[in-house]
């Protein structure tokens, strides 16, 4: 719901929720800034640790895009104070560990967990919303921090899913494969363009990394 006033559609979607399920949650539309994940291992002992945070993409319906490799926050949000942001991700990071290891999760799950938040704006200040949802499972968080070990640290970019029409994934991967062919350095990926996904005429979705050098 992006409008103040209700349409038909708005509507029936609510009255197909409420009926299903008796309740419908509302929230503050924010004026978001970046999409980010903390990502979390719980072990057969019920111990957590935390493995890091991810930066990742929507699109206008909030549907994931893709995720940061070594995300730079001077790239992804060039006008705030980069400090200010990485302090804000490691309080929010402490907090979340924290009220893991008192709850459900620490006692009924074994395994990844990544908890979704995002970082918006509100009269000029930043803030964080510290948990949009909880997936309990493998997730394109935990992947990034996998495809970021086969990464050099000097290098930064996207792991980006692609969806479009038979033979659209094609074209794309063999004209990035030409302008921006994959390069190495001390056996890592250091920047270039590389499917993760066989390109084929017949598939309608692709997976892919894109990098440059930072340093």
Known sequence: IRKKKLNLSNRQWISGIIKQQNYLIAEPFLEKLTDLSFQFQILPDSGIDYLGYSVFETNSNGQYKGTWIHPDLKIILPEKNTDELEEMIRTTAN?????????????????????????????????????????????????????????????????????????????????????????????????????????????????????????
Do not use: W
């Open 95 to 215: 907090v979340i560990l924290k009220a893991l290891k008192s709850s459900v999760y620490a006692t009924c799950h074994r395994g990844f967990l990544g908890v979704d938040a995002l970082i918006f704006r509100n009269q000029n200040r930043l803030m964080m919303q510290p948990c949009i949802e909880i997936n309990s499972r493998m997730n394109m968080g935990i992947l990034a921090l996998f495809l970021e070990k086969k990464i050099h640290p000097g290098a930064t970019g996207k792991f980006e899913l692609f969806y479009g029409s038979p033979g659209e994934f094609l074209n794309l991967a063999s004209a990035q494969s030409q302008l921006n062919p994959p390069e190495f350095k001390a056996g890592k990926l250091y920047s270039g363009f590389i499917p993760l996904v066989e390109p084929d005429r017949t598939k309608k979705f692709g997976a892919y990394i894109s990098l440059e050098t930072i340093i």
